[in-house]
């Protein structure tokens, strides 16, 4: 079955970095579009970044371009995000997510940006 499973999760302060993991199995990983979400304490959920499956070519939201970066490691079925710059407001859970025949998600990895 389709599983997804974030890390690289933690507490950081301002200004800092992290670099989010997720791994995935069940689907065939490199023919598929791949999208990182987050979603803020009382807030809905928003996508991030998204990579395309062949070209590799992103997208990213307007709040996290230039700080975050969205790459793919095909071989070893792995989708990461580097956060860079972190910003309080960054604070979420980060979700993995694809769609095969529906979503599928993760559980998400908590980030937390604080001082």
């Known amino acids: 079955q389709v599983q997804l499973v974030e890390s690289g999760g933690g507490l950081v302060q301002p200004g800092g970095s992290l670099r989010l993991s997720c791994v995935a199995s069940g689907f065939a990983f490199r023919l598929l579009a791949m999208n990182w979400y987050r979603q803020a304490p009382g807030k809905e959920r928003e996508l991030v970044a998204t990579?395309?499956?062949?070209?590799?070519?992103?997208n990213y939201a307007d709040s996290v371009k230039g700080r975050f970066t969205i790459s793919r490691d095909n071989a070893k079925n792995t989708l990461y995000l580097q956060s860079n710059s972190l910003k309080p407001e960054d604070t979420a859970v980060y979700y993995c997510?694809?769609?095969?025949?529906?979503?599928?998600w993760g559980k998400g990895t908590l980030v937390t940006v604080s001082s």
């Open positions: 997510n694809t769609r095969v025949d529906r979503d599928y």
């Open positions: 990579i395309s499956p062949f070209t590799g070519s992103t």
